[in-house]
Each structure stands twice: as C-alpha cells, then as structure tokens.
C-alpha cells in the first residue's frame, strides 16, 4: 500500500513570523505540494482576499491543465487552508492553520466519481491561533495526524485522530515528546504509515533537533514513543527534522542547517530482523554554493531521493536528485535546473515525485505569489522541465464610476471617518504582474493642462494614472523597472518640472530612471509601455529620493550596491538640464545611522524661510537618519555642512518627516518604535527648529492608534499620515504642538490595526482639487477627498 504526505515545513524563525507577522495579499502557491498518480495537488494559503486553496492539476494531452480546486467546508478570508497536505489512496486531509484570530483545523475530503467531497474537519479542544495547528498533517488508512509545533509554549505537540466504522473522526491521543522542551517545535514535520507515526521537532535541544517514532498498542488506542531519532552527526542549531518523509519503510530526514547553514539529509530504513532504524546514508551537495538550506524540503520517489535547497545558488534555489543504485544505495546526484529563476525564487521550497513526475515549489516567485515547476522523467530516463504551474491573481474589485460617501464609518467595505472614497483601483488595474505590489507615490499636475496624474511605485515598476476625473481614473501606462535589476519593494519617485525621476532599493544597478512626463498628454485607449527618457547610473540601488523644486537638485539617500554611495547619505543631483541630471557632491552626518556612516533613509530639502534669520534663503535637508534627525545646509555643494543633529526618547528607526508651512516645527515618524514595543501607540515626534542649530522635542503625539506610522506630509493645517495597516489618518496641527485626528481611511479591509507593514504606504495631498491618492501595497489605488467640514 502506497501511501504518502507531503507539506511545507518552515524553519524556526519562518514559523513565528508566519504565525506573528501582519497578513499579505501574497497567496504562498506551492507552499505546500503533493504528486500523486500523475496528478500535483498544490497549496496556496495565504490569500487574504479569499480562502486559501488547494489546487488540483493533471495532463490533458500535452499540456497541465487545472482539474479542480479545494477550499474548506467553512472558508473565508485568510484561513491559510492549504498550509500542508497528505494523500492515502482516496482519502486527503488538508491542514489549515487558521490565522491571527482563528485557530487551525484540518479537513477530510474522500474521492468520489464526481471528485473530492468533503468529509469532516479535524480540530480538538483548547487549540488556540498561535499554536500553529495544521502547519503538518499525516494520513494512515484510518488515522490521520496533525501537528501544533508551536503549541504548548513552542514545545509543540501533535494530535492524533481516527474514523470510526459509522465514519465519524474522533481524537484518540496527543502527542508530546519524551524530550520535548520549550520552543521545540514538535510537529512541525508528520509521516504516518500503518501503526507508526512519525514527528520532527527540529527546534529541541538548542535546535540540534530529533524525530520521535510513535507505535500504536495492540488496543489501538494508544501511541508509545519507541524512538528517538537524533543523527548521528547533528549539532546545535542543525535542526535536524525540520523536514521528513516516509515512503516503503524507508525515512528521509532534512538537516537544513547542517555544516554552516549549507545542510544536509538522512536516509533511515527498519531493520526488519531487529527493528532498530539505522542510517542508510548521508546525502550532501557537491556544491556549497548550490545549497545553503539544503533539506528544507525532501522526498522520496522516482527511484531516488530529492532534497531542496531553497536558498541555494545565490538564492535562486535548488535541488538535488539523487538516483539509488545497487542494493539502495545512493551513489549519484544531479542538480536539479530550469532557465528564467531570480533571487529570491526559493526554487526547492518544498518538493515532492511520484512515478514519472515531480513537482517543485517556488514560494517567491512573481514576487511571492508562488509558483509550481513540474518536470517528467521521458523513455531515456532524464528528468525534463515540463510546465510552470500558477493560480489567477486574486484582489480587490475596482471601485469607479461615482464617489461612495463615508457614512457610519465605511464606505463600501473600507472603514473611515470624515473621508470620502472617490474610486479604488486594484493592483491588476495598474499593469501589476502577477504578485505585485505597490510602493511610493507622489503626483504631478500638468502647467499646460492642470490635468493630474499619480505616479504610483510598484515592485516590478511604475504606473501612470490620470487622476483628473477622480471618479473614474484612468491606467495610462507603466514604465518597467530597470531591465536586468530584480523586483524591489522600495520603489520611490518624485518630480521636477515636467519629470518623474525614480530609484529603486535592493535592486542591484537600477540606477535612477528620469521620465518626461508630457509623453501622458498623447496616451489613448489603450495603455502604453514607455522606456525611461533618460538613465543616471551615477547611482545603484536607492531607497529614497528628495527633490528641492525651487533649486533643481536632487538628493537620492540610502544608496547602496555600487555607484557613489555617498556613505548612504546625500548623493547630490543638478537637474537643471531635467532631461540630464549631472552628479553634484556629497554629504553624509558620521556618526548617525546604524552604521555611523551617516546613512540617511529619507529627506526634504527645501530653501529655509522660517523664523531663524540666520538660515533664511539657505538650502537646507532635514535628513531622517535611522537613529537621529540631522539638519545640514547643502546650499554650497562642494561644502555642504552639518547644523544640528538630534535624537529623542526610545528611538527604533527615524524613519521620514515634513516641515510645517512657516518653517517651525518638524514632524517626524519612527518606523519601528511600534513593533518593537517601545511605545504602546502610533508616535509621532514633533521638534521645534525655531532654533535651527538646535531643535527642541516639544511632543510625543501619539492619539490611541497601534499601527505603525510610515509616510506623513503637511498642507495647510493638516497632517496627512500613511500609517501602514490603519490606512490613511489626517490631523489638525492648527495648535502645532497640540495635534488632533480628524478623519481617516482604511486602506486595508481586513485584520487588525496593529504594528506591522501592510496596507497604506504613503500619500499625496498637494493637488489643487483636493484629490489624495493613496498607495496602499497589497490593495492598489485610493483617490479620496476629506469631507468639508475638516477645513483645509
């Protein structure tokens, strides 16, 4: 009897961030997969605007082509249904680990001639949301196994079920390990095969790890540990067990951090004479640079053993086959391969072969919305890259046509106050692959035709949107990223006369894109995909950009991959011929950032106007420096010079800020301070620089809110904030130090407004309709309009 299980089991860090971290629109396709019978079942569980699913596909001629697709019997958004699966003959149980408010379950579906049913679902008592339930599932005949690896203060534990003969499921044990210890993830790996399960707790005795063997008595009723399996070779921190599989009484074990993080496997099989399990052999990559985390994923099949390394190859992925030779002994391997992989792919995320067909998991692929490589073994015995496997992208419905009125605190499925929605439009409406998401945006109103455009950052680009019918805006275009540079989640922008110039973090010689915006003015129906106008390669990678309008200069800050870094500070741009720019110099504040290179994570620039006379008319950059606000005056660019720098109260990560309209007050956000723990709610600082050589913290604003804070900007008398997972807030500063929340948006329609980096990245308010757009990352475009009783 053939029987089989297979799922995604992360390591340790993955597991608390997949149970803490803030949801994603990311759907995870091939966090789970399973092959059987010529057919590939793949998981995709983290959808947050739909159930998670399990997706069926099979051969139709030639080409793989979807069959079916699986949900829970009581889906809904954010389930993460589909976190692992395991197969026996017509039986399927599919994990579920519930998400942040909901615990796990697992569910029983039985093939029929019309397909899969569902059958039952599996939940005990006295599971809780952050126990993990169902991050690993088993099935044995009548028995099924689900693991809880973070359950029980992360010691873990695993739950063991049965079908009676009138077909219902019971709960007839709960399993723990002899050794089981605090954070020892028990449950994170399951196998189960006849009257033995197995259980990989890869975290216990400092993460050394094990796999306990488990033996139904002859009442049935109960499982005794026979076996500790620990390797023969394992330390600290090798989790041994972090991944397994059982297939004809032989064991397949990963150590993915084995040797330095390079990892490694292990093959067990049962003495039959004795019992004992004994190591059968020791697969190693023949390549170190192929294989960090090798063994985050095995499997047995296809007359060998494959073990990915999702890690591997400079972070591509990988994965090895290796063929079994004579007497079952595994005496070659070949590296596993297909064209078109970029970093961050995970290709051997999980892995799993039955007969002539393997299925490979790439959980970072299209920018983390996953993808499935299928490969066939033909007559010559060679495995063969056969198809990619994808699900449809999933997001929100666009909103056009008429403004929906913010009324008893929503409009339509978006909470809010005091502000109104004019249109949405979702990721897929701006030309976002598949996975993408949003980033930066910033806006620009045409002198020769007061039309107004948002130039909204994505991972892999930028799109244009005429934004002068705020009802119905219109997709004018996209202007793709660098060719060559890889997807980048900081994605920033900001204008100069008629030009968007644009740089990229992270994202290897991007360099900084200029593009004349009038090409808008002659787009038609349909959108167009521009080159950039020009290319200033003076620069790598950047994570921000300022702009002073009123002296064309450019300042790109955090810079980094190569190119003049300027220390991460200011690289200095003349852009007074806009289409191109010429480098101008450098400054950076030694001592600040987390370096102490002076690097500067965001700017604003501007000509000072305010109440210290001895800075008026003066070039100044208020620079935002992870562990410090500094002031410099950059008027000289050959000899640009520090005035000030300050730091305040449990500081986490300076992060951005804006100058009020007369010039006396700084308001600045602290990314991190939220999530960190080191204020209880959104914290905005506020400095008085009437003193520009040495600005006062005058207030801690902070007005009842978790979320973490991020973008802000100041027109007028209000304060407009992008604060991540709480979407957009407005605040009076007409009393400069004694701020209040006005009005708000919700960008992001499901979760909890707790610290975390989702929904609203930034804003801007500055277009003369009083149109705000919003980028919001896994949602798309919000323009908005404050009511009018909140004044300017």
């Known amino acids: 009897m053939s029987r089989r299980s297979h799922g995604f089991f992360v390591l340790a860090a993955a597991v608390l961030t997949f149970l803490a971290a803030p949801a994603k629109a990311q759907s995870g396709f091939g966090r789970s997969v399973l092959v059987s019978e010529g057919d590939v079942f793949v998981g995709e569980p983290d959808n947050i605007y739909r159930s998670g699913a399990v997706h069926i596909f099979g051969k139709d001629g030639k080409d793989w082509v979807q069959r079916g697709e699986l949900t829970a019997s009581d889906a809904r958004m954010g389930d993460y249904f589909g976190q692992s699966i395991a197969l026996d003959h017509d039986r399927l149980i ?24 569902y059958q039952a679902t599996l939940s005990p008592e006295g599971i809780g949301p952050a126990d993990g339930y169902g991050i690993a599932v088993g099935l044995s005949g009548d028995v099924a196994v689900i693991g809880a690896p973070s359950g029980n203060e992360e010691a873990g534990a695993a739950y063991v079920f049965r079908r009676g003969g009138d077909g219902a499921w019971s709960q007839i044990a709960r399993l723990e390990g002899s050794e089981s210890e605090e954070s020892g993830q028990f449950g994170t790996a399951l196998a189960a095969s006849g009257d033995r399960i197995f259980v990989g707790a890869p975290g216990q005795n400092q993460e050394a790890g094990g796999v306990y063997i488990f033996d139904r008595d002859p009442s049935g009723e109960r499982w005794i540990e026979s076996v500790l399996l620990e390797g023969r070779i394992t330390q600290e921190g ?15 074990v990963g150590v993915p951090q084995f040797g330095n993080r390079v990892g490694g496997a292990l093959v067990y099989r049962e003495n039959q004479s004795t019992g004992e399990w004994q190591g059968a052999a020791l697969l190693l990559p023949f390549s170190v640079a192929n294989a960090p985390s090798f063994g985050a994923s095995v499997a047995l099949g296809g007359d060998g053993a494959w073990v990915g390394a999702p890690q591997g190859d400079v972070l591509l992925g990988s994965v090895y086959r290796f063929v079994r030779g004579a007497e079952g002994s595994f005496q070659q391997s070949a590296l596993l391969s297909m064209d078109g992989l970029e970093r961050g792919d995970g290709f051997g995320r999980t892995v799993d072969v039955d007969g002539e067909v393997a299925a490979v998991g790439l959980d970072g692929d299209d920018f983390g919305a996953g993808s499935v490589s299928v490969f066939e073994r033909g007559a010559d015995g060679e495995w063969e890259h056969a198809a990619v496997l994808r699900s449809a992208s999933v997001g929100l419905r666009p909103i056009t046509g008429n403004m929906v009125q913010c009324e008893e605190g929503a409009a339509d499925m978006f909470g809010c106050q005091q502000v109104d929605l004019l249109s949405f439009l979702p990721i897929s409406s701006l030309g976002g692959e598949r996975g993408a998401q949003l980033n930066d945006i910033w806006g620009w109103t045409d002198p020769a035709t007061d039309r107004e455009y948002a130039v909204v950052g994505r991972v892999d680009g930028t799109s244009f949107v005429d934004v002068t019918d705020p009802h119905n805006p219109r997709y004018l275009g996209n202007l793709p990223k660098t060719e060559g540079s890889p997807g980048s989640a900081w994605r920033d922008m900001k204008v100069y006369q008629n030009y968007a110039y644009i740089v990229a973090d992270g994202a290897g010689r991007h360099g900084m894109q200029v593009f004349d915006l ?74 600040t950032g987390r370096a102490g290179t002076g690097y500067t994570h965001d700017a604003q620039c501007l000509i000072y106007d305010g109440p210290d006379a001895e800075h008026v008319g003066r070039e100044l950059c208020f620079g935002s420096n992870e562990t410090d606000l500094n002031i410099a005056d950059v008027t000289d660019k050959d000899d640009p010079v520090s005035l000030a720098t300050a730091t305040y109260p449990n500081v986490s990560y300076t992060h951005q800020g804006w100058i009020s309209e007369d010039h006396r007050y700084f308001y600045v956000n602290d990314e991190l301070d939220e999530i960190s723990g080191n204020v209880d709610e959104t914290r905005t600082l506020i400095w008085d620089i009437t003193d520009v050589d040495d600005p006062q913290l005058v207030k801690e604003y902070t007005w009842g809110n978790t979320s973490s804070d991020h973008n802000l900007y100041i027109r007028g008398n209000l304060m407009y904030q992008s604060n991540y997972v709480s979407g957009l807030s407005i605040h009076d500063i007409s009393d400069p130090v004694n701020p209040r929340e006005i009005g708000y948006f919700d960008t992001m329609p499901v979760g909890d407004n707790d610290p975390g980096f989702a929904g609203s990245w930034s804003n801007y308010p500055f277009f003369e309709s009083g149109t705000i757009i919003v980028s919001s990352i896994d949602e798309g475009l919000f323009l908005l309009r404050k009511q009018p009783e909140l004044g300017l």
């Open 238 to 252: 090798e989790r041994f067990g972090a991944s397994l599989e059982l297939e004809d009484g032989e064991l397949i």
């Open 518 to 591: 009038t090409q808008l003015r002659e787009v038609g129906a349909t959108p167009v995909t521009f080159e950039p106008t020009a290319h200033y390669t003076n620069i790598h990678s950047a994570h921000n950009i300022a702009i002073n309008e009123e002296t064309g200069f450019a300042y790109t800050v955090g810079n980094g991959s190569g190119g003049e870094t300027c220390g991460g500070g200011l690289h200095m741009i003349d852009l007074q011929d806009p289409a191109n720019p010429t480098f101008a110099g450098c400054y950076s504040a030694s001592g």
């Open 94 to 117: 599919i994990g579920a680990t519930g998400g942040e408010h909901h615990p796990g379950a697992a569910y029983v579906f039985e093939r029929t001639e019309e397909g899969w049913e």
